[in-house]
């Protein structure tokens, strides 16, 4: 059955995984496929996390095929206690390995498309898709990168820095993020800290991103 859903995924690069546990109870083995220009260590390393976790073994070893096909192949082994385990829906766990694929950069663009249509995302989205820094990626959920990237492209029309100051949900009730974004040389630190504290706050702390 494994062999005949392989060959049947061709060509189509999309996101599988096969589970073949051991009659003894000892291991799972998995093979997982993803498409071949979205994979890096930091996926594999992901899925065997997922995997680990879900059968509640070791991700014991893993090996990856890259070929000529549009899909990576990832092998990995799982080790288990005989008798202890755990039963796993194996379509739910697929899921789950869709999402750990999914990258920063794959949600934006996707957000882009929804709030502004195919044409226009698809612009937005060759402009800013690899425009933001790693440590702003991590530091910043993509819908925060929608409301940014609307502030920019509001600069080139008003000439002057775009500002916002919002509430993050995460904390706590009196603190309060101010966003500044803009084109050219950046805020001198020194010169808009005395502006803010006359308007009655304490700056607790600043992360420039380019």
């Known amino acids: ?13 999309r996101t599988r995984l096969f589970v073949r546990r051991d009659a003894y109870g000892r291991y799972i ?16 390393e992901r899925f065997q996390r997922i995997l680990a976790e879900a059968y ?18 990832i092998f990995i082994v799982v080790r288990t206690r005989p ?11 697929e899921a789950r390995i869709v999402t750990a ?16 249509g195919e044409a226009r995302g698809n612009e937005l989205n060759a402009r800013y898709g690899k425009a933001f820094p790693v ?5 910043n959920p993509v819908a925060t990168a929608l409301l940014d990237i609307a502030t920019i492209e509001a600069l080139g029309a008003s000439g002057g820095p775009g500002m916002s100051l919002y509430h993050p949900l995460a904390s706590g009730p009196r603190v309060l ?18 502006i803010l504290e006359n308007l ?9 991103y380019e």
């Open 177 to 194: 993020r101010f966003r500044l974004c803009r084109a050219g040389t950046p805020i001198v630190l020194s010169d808009a800290l005395p």
């Open 135 to 139: 440590g702003y990626r991590e530091d």
């Open 200 to 208: 009655g706050v304490r700056l607790l702390d600043d992360q420039p």
């Open 83 to 93: 008798g202890h385990v755990q039963e796993v829906d194996v379509r739910e766990l």
């Open 101 to 116: 694929m999914r990258r920063w950069e794959d949600d934006l663009h996707a957000l882009l498309i929804a709030q502004h």
């Open 56 to 73: 509640g073994g070791t991700a014991a070893e893993s090996s990856v095929s890259l070929s000529e096909s549009p899909l990576a192949r």
């Open 1 to 13: 059955a494994h062999a005949t859903a392989i060959l049947q995924l061709g060509e189509r690069q």
């Open 29 to 44: 083995t998995c093979l997982v496929y993803v498409p071949r220009d979205k994979y890096g260590t930091g996926q594999r």
